[in-house]
């Protein structure tokens, strides 16, 4: 079966310093899309960053990287240098074969000063 | 350019009436989906769309929830009748279709629903 997993509901991170969010998923095809959106409190969904199955390279977007590790199955998100503007909710989320995303449980990160 | 268009954005009803929620698309973006998101069932695909036919409707809840394309700018999600377990918020979201994977689907601002 195809699944995200997002195990930290929540986590706590001091302005200006790094922090991982994680992310596992399970597919058995070979080629997917793996995605993170988030969701502050005003409760719009916003993209953040994409990597795809083939993709070489960790993607980077600004101050937010994914920490893809294949044989793991993982894609964890990495935001640096934290600001209070990044406390919201996190979504991981996968695309496989069809259009339709397949969306993690979520990590509430809070930054305070 | 305009994203994803939901309204209303706020519904306030009474448990047994209809109530029908809207999405307009991106222009030219040719799949449509339909999530709820509720804090105990986190977000939840409900119906998705491609070229206006539903393509996989297999998170629609049960028969009292129903949702129709009748052409590539609009679309609606209708309950009827409602109860207060629909209390929750539904978003809308669409990308273009057939551009691989990384196609990054936009959500609408999502229409909050009450139900009493």
């Known amino acids: 079966a195809q699944k995200i997993t997002q195990t930290q509901p929540g986590m706590f991170v001091q302005e200006k310093e790094a922090v991982t969010l994680d992310c596992t998923y399970d597919t058995s095809d070979p080629s997917y899309g793996l995605f993170w959106y988030k969701q502050p409190s005003s409760g719009e969904m916003i993209f953040l960053i994409y990597q795809g199955s083939y993709d070489q390279q960790n993607a980077t977007e600004g101050r937010y990287s994914l920490n893809f590790q294949k044989a793991r199955k993982s894609a964890n998100l990495v935001i640096s240098a934290s600001q209070l503007g990044d406390s919201a909710m996190y979504f991981c989320?996968?695309?496989?074969?069809?259009?339709?995303?397949?969306f993690g449980t979520g990590t509430r990160l809070q930054v305070f000063p | 350019d305009a994203g994803v268009i939901q309204s209303p954005r706020h519904e306030v009803t009474e448990m047994g009436q209809e109530v029908t929620l809207r999405c307009k698309p991106i222009s030219g973006h040719n799949s449509l989906f339909w999530y709820r998101q509720t804090m105990m069932r986190g977000l939840e695909l409900l119906i998705y769309?491609?070229?206006?036919?539903?393509i996989d409707d297999s998170g629609m809840p049960e028969d009292r929830f129903s949702a129709k394309m009748p052409n590539a700018s609009f679309s609606t999600l209708k309950i009827q009748p409602s109860e207060p377990r629909d209390s929750a918020v539904y978003f809308c979201?669409?990308?273009?279709w057939g551009g691989g994977f990384s196609n990054e689907q936009f959500f609408g601002p999502g229409t909050r629903l009450t139900v009493l």
């Open positions: 979201a669409s990308n273009p």
């Open positions: 989320a996968m695309r496989v074969n069809t259009d339709k995303l397949i």
């Open positions: 769309f491609n070229n206006n036919v539903p």
